[in-house]
């Protein structure tokens, strides 16, 4: 940077004072040489900074040194390449009138000569004045502060230890808790439609339902868990165009699922699965005395081997669970032999036993705040016949007791005996609630 400076002032001389050297000639032998002299100076001084290797200058000492041969300690030379600034003691002793006014001689004389013939002719070089420079101060070198060796530093600021009282410190210890419950119970009011050949009976009516969910899970975090679900389901209705029946059942069901699965990896399970339902009370259709579904007529079960896959998708508002097995083993029994035909089952036996493969899929998307969307898909084949459910139930939740519900089933069985006009082996189930509702 020195020599930059250097440099760079030399070049100001000459580009600055073109007119000053054309009359270089017309000075003083005593002012001639003089110039003469602190023009060599600079270009020593140049040459000196140019030999010496760029990286040098990160040595304070050899700046220093370098400071006190080239003699630019003194303060009066550095007017002459430093930016050109205006002083008022240069202007006020070259054009003071009095005799008793102090006069520079010598070198400082030859010195303010210069300054005056550039403030003459040059004044559109001058960047600066002596004012502006008092008015921005003289460099401050702060001096270090000095700390009084006497005082006992630790002494005044380090913290008086304090001894802890004795507090007598009782620890209980709890067995982990690896059982978690869950249920939903609503009762609603309903506009059920039911399709003519419902294999459970029923017709389209206003009726009144009500809903049991429970969930008794366990899960020990160690590649083991336990899933329990028990739905229970009882409707009633009244119709006006029935004479024979008072109360028919609009809604009935009994159904456990239950699960045991052994981790296979992150949402992976080896998983056993058992399904078993029923219903409560005789399926009746209007105006007609027969009955056409009842406790244990059908009852069905379900045991399949396969594996678990664990749905957690779109930021944890898609969950559940898919069920994938590959052998399944379904076993159907009637109670009433004269509804055995109805189920798929020979004249005259209770029981039905079969093997195929099954996939049961149980959702619930939380649409928003308010809206919730649960479903279940069943699905089971023994490549002779197949039986197809899939259960949709659509909630608006109003507030934390009042819920609207709206139900959707399909379903499919090709081996029932009856069979639509219109549907074929379709059938299928809707009605909409509204009513209480309560969750934990």
């Known amino acids: 940077m020195l020599a930059l400076t250097v440099i760079s002032a030399s070049a100001q001389w000459r580009y600055r004072f073109p007119r000053f050297s054309s009359r270089y000639s017309t000075l003083q032998p005593a002012e001639s040489d003089f110039v ?35 003699g630019s300690g003194d303060i009066q030379k550095a007017k002459l390449f430093i930016p050109v600034t205006f002083y008022h003691g240069a202007a006020n002793r070259m054009l003071n009138l009095t005799s008793n006014y102090y006069v ?70 709890k067995k982990p808790n690896f059982w978690t419950f869950y249920g939903d119970y609503y009762m609603q009011f309903l506009q059920n439609y039911v399709s003519c050949n419902w294999y459970k009976g029923g017709e389209s009516n206003y009726s009144m339902v009500g809903s049991v969910t429970m969930q008794f899970n366990y899960n020990n975090k160690q ?9 229970l389901k009882l409707g009633y209705q009244t119709t006006k165009g029935d004479t024979i029946h008072k109360y028919k059942t609009s809604e009935d069901l009994i159904r456990y699922t239950g699960k045991l699965g052994l981790q296979a990896s992150k949402k992976w399970y080896y998983t056993l699965q058992l399904i078993a339902y029923t219903q409560f009370a005789h399926g009746l259709k209007s105006n007609d005395s027969t009955t056409y579904s009842d406790f244990m007529s059908p009852f069905n079960l379900n045991l399949s081997v396969g594996m678990d896959y664990t749905v957690s998708w779109f930021n944890q508002k898609l969950t559940g669970t898919a069920h994938m097995a590959p052998l399944a083993c379904n076993f159907k029994y ?14 005259g036996s209770h029981t039905l036993i079969d093997y195929g493969s099954e996939i049961t899929l149980d959702l619930s998307w939380k649409l928003s705040d308010m809206i919730n969307w649960k479903a279940r898909w069943y699905g089971y084949t023994t490549y002779k016949r197949t039986e197809m459910e899939w259960e949709n139930t659509f909630t608006f939740q109003f507030n934390k007791y009042i819920s609207t519900n709206l139900f959707v089933y399909p379903r499919f069985d090709d081996g029932a005996s009856s069979r639509d006009v219109n549907l074929g082996y379709w059938q299928f189930k809707e009605y909409a609630s509204l009513g209480f509702s309560y969750s934990f």
């Open 223 to 231: 590649k083991v868990k336990l899933d329990n679900k028990l739905e």
């Open 334 to 347: 009637v109670d009433r032999v004269a509804l055995a035909t109805r189920y798929g089952i020979d004249v």
């Open 36 to 70: 003469k002299k602190y023009s060599d100076s600079l270009t020593a001084f140049k040459q000196k900074l140019i030999s010496i290797p760029t990286d040098s200058f990160s040595n304070s000492h050899i700046y220093s040194k370098l400071m006190l041969q080239s």
């Open 104 to 173: 520079q001689t010598g070198e400082n004389q030859i010195i303010d000569n210069a300054l005056m013939y550039v403030y003459l002719n040059r004044p559109d070089l001058v960047e600066t004045s002596e004012d502006v420079l008092d008015n921005v101060g003289p460099t401050i070198n702060p001096q270090p502060s000095r700390v009084n060796s006497g005082l006992d530093i630790v002494h005044k600021l380090a913290p008086v230890p304090m001894e802890p009282e004795f507090t007598p410190v009782s620890i209980v210890v």
